[in-house]
């Protein structure tokens, strides 16, 4: 689930990375979004690339800040199916 005012558009799916943009529209107040590889955590996100600079992570989620009225491009570089699934977020 999406934090109140923060919109998200996945423009590209690959066996290897997924492309999304974050906007937080709340002009006042900044948020936090939680990014899950996969919906059971099944894929381990190896890193984040934003803007250019990537970030090395390795793990089922990574948190990102929005600051008020920010957004941006994610490309989540991924190994797929590579963790046990589970329904613990």
């Known amino acids: 689930m ?3 005012d ?5 423009s590209r799916i690959s066996d290897t990375s997924t492309t999304v943009a974050l906007v937080n529209l709340n002009k006042a107040l900044p948020r936090t979004v ?5 919906a059971y955590g099944e894929h381990v996100i190896e890193s984040v690339e934003l803007g250019g600079a990537s970030r090395r992570v390795v793990g089922k989620s ?4 929005l600051a008020p009225g920010s957004g941006g491009q994610l490309v989540l570089k991924m190994k797929r199916y590579s963790a046990a699934p589970t329904e613990r977020f």
């Open 2 to 4: 999406l934090p109140d």
């Open 6 to 10: 923060v919109g998200a558009l996945v």
């Open 34 to 38: 939680v990014i899950q590889g996969g």
């Open 62 to 65: 990574v948190t990102i800040a």
